[in-house]
């Protein structure tokens, strides 16, 4: 034992010694008493909490929308008691968290883990969609580059296949063609790029490319009528700004009424979607 190792315990000794005196002799009252137990260690408010209180704390600033706070005690569990009976809500909950502050990087990281760690969990149906929804809410505009729709597209495409009977298929389903809608639109974003630098035979590639792997675009109209037009030899009118498209997404409201689902959810709600 070190010198001041053995200087503090003699100081806790000393201490608690005293306490017992002043309790026994009645010269003070009870908060002053907890206050000196507490002090050396020994009181009602010492000691570690329990990964419950932890959990039920995380989860009241969780609902509140108080995120960051609620990470902390997610995080307080994962550390100090990784085998409790709470740790799996703690992992989840901590993605869900970084997930509702838009820290979709962070979030989508300890979503993985979880998988991982987890396989035959029931939850992951709910973090593969979690997964997916990290990379779509990361798509960007039409011009910018498609990386984040098309891993969303694979993600969504993943879940579905894994659990076609899962309460997020349809939600993934609709997503999966909104993300794919997306990088069509690129796709003629690109066309109307090479038309605009005179490299019509790239353009053609691209429009038939566009048409043969998004069949169902909203931008088939255009790019149909404008591929007619290359493959028919018609001189193509160089304003090429009139066929780039004005929406980087499909309206999400309006696009997702016909699968009978809900919109994005609020960014203050709580808990895995409908």
Not at 221 to 240: C, F, H, M, V, Y
Request: charged residues 25%; contains cysteine.
């Amino acid at each position: 034992m070190t010198f001041l190792q053995y200087n503090c315990r003699l100081f806790r000794t000393c201490v608690l010694t005293l306490v017992m005196m002043t309790a026994a002799t009645g010269l003070s009252g009870c908060a002053t008493l907890d206050t000196m137990l507490d002090w050396v260690g020994f009181g009602k408010g010492s000691g570690s909490e329990t990964p419950e209180a932890l959990a039920m704390k995380g989860m009241d600033d969780f609902n509140r929308g108080k995120y960051s706070a609620s990470l902390k005690s997610f995080a307080e569990i994962k550390d100090r008691f990784p085998f409790s009976e709470v740790s799996l809500l703690a992992e989840l909950k901590a993605a869900d968290a970084n997930y509702y502050m838009d820290k979709f990087g962070e979030a989508r990281t300890l979503y993985e883990e979880f998988e991982v760690n987890h396989p035959t969990n029931e939850a992951v149906p709910y973090v593969l969609f979690q997964i997916a929804m990290c990379y779509y809410r990361q798509i960007g505009t039409h011009d910018r580059d498609p990386g984040s729709a098309q891993n969303a597209v694979h993600a969504f495409e993943r879940l579905n296949r894994a659990y076609p009977r899962s309460p997020y298929f349809v939600e993934a389903s609709a997503r999966w063609e909104a993300a794919r809608d997306f990088l069509a639109q690129h796709e003629f974003f690109v066309a109307t790029f090479y038309l605009r630098t005179d490299e019509d035979k790239q353009a053609q590639r691209r429009l038939e490319y566009l048409l043969a792997t998004y069949p169902t675009a909203s931008v088939k109209p255009q790019a149909t009528d404008l591929l007619s037009k290359l493959q028919s030899g018609q001189g193509i009118e160089k304003t090429w700004r009139r066929f780039v498209p004005t929406v980087s997404l499909p309206d999400w409201d309006s696009f997702v009424s016909a699968f009978g689902i809900m919109s994005d959810r609020p960014a203050g709600s709580a808990g895995p979607p409908n």
